[in-house]
């Protein structure tokens, strides 16, 4: 089975701090993202990539920025935390292709539920 | 851009019965792939099933089934037997033929299933 580590379930930080949010996956996925959940939002996707080092903005980039230095690690990044980024931020993966395999689902961590304060 | 829009932001049903969640989308792509994903309270994001455009065919996975109608732009998702377990938050995506799946999810916002015993 698949699986996508999230390197903490929750996390308290205070205003202007750096945060980071790990992301760990074990199957050699390409494709990694990073979404924010909140109540009566759903899912939006702030940030994802394709390979190492490589980055694309999702639908809610600002104030966060990505590092993909090694194919399993996605790292979410918050350069100075403010409290509107308190939220459930979750992290997926999935294998690269065409055809059939873009019917293969993203798998997801837990989640981090961070609060800022 | 893509929207996913599910109009119940809350459903409740009694055990053993059937219930259907429904799910819109706007796109101008002929080719794509949608999904149902259920989160427990454990947050834990569960496929739940997937279903191909270019199929006509809806999908089935045991208790779970879909109504896929293409030019309505809709795919709702019928629960039938319906089980304590199966109390959750569920949320329909869509997914872009092109890009190699690489371009991550678009999400509805949600609906909170409630199982009654």
């Known amino acids: 089975d698949v699986k996508v580590t999230q390197s903490s379930r929750y996390l308290v930080k205070r205003t202007g701090e750096k945060v980071f949010l790990e992301c760990v996956q074990d199957?050699?996925?390409?494709?990694m993202f990073w979404y924010r959940q909140d109540p009566g939002l759903g899912l939006r996707l702030i940030y994802f990539s394709y390979d190492v080092k490589m980055k694309e903005k999702g639908d809610i980039p600002e104030g966060y920025s990505v590092s993909r230095e090694k194919k399993e690690r996605f790292s979410l990044i918050l350069e100075s935390a403010s409290t509107n980024q308190t939220s459930m931020y979750l992290c997926?993966?999935?294998?690269?292709?065409?055809?059939?395999?873009?019917?293969?689902?993203?798998?997801f961590g837990d989640g981090t539920r961070l609060s800022i304060l | 851009a893509q929207t996913v829009t599910q109009s119940q932001p809350e459903m409740s049903v009694q055990e053993a019965e059937t219930v259907t969640l429904s799910c819109t989308y706007d796109t101008s792509e002929s080719d794509y792939y949608l999904f149902w994903y259920k989160q427990p309270p454990s947050r834990q994001m569960i496929l739940v099933i997937r279903q191909e455009a270019y199929k006509q065919q809806n999908a089935t996975e045991n208790r779970f089934s879909v109504n896929f109608q293409k030019a309505a732009k809709s795919f709702s998702l019928k629960i039938s037997d319906s089980q304590l377990g199966d109390a959750a938050m569920y949320f329909c995506?869509?997914?872009?033929?092109?890009?190699?799946?690489?371009?991550?999810?678009?999400f509805g916002k949600g609906t909170h299933l409630i199982i009654q015993p």
């Open positions: 995506a869509y997914r872009s033929s092109s890009g190699g799946g690489a371009d991550g999810l678009t």
């Open positions: 997926a993966s999935t294998e690269s292709g065409l055809g059939e395999l873009l019917n293969q689902p993203q798998h």
């Open positions: 199957m050699d996925h390409e494709n």
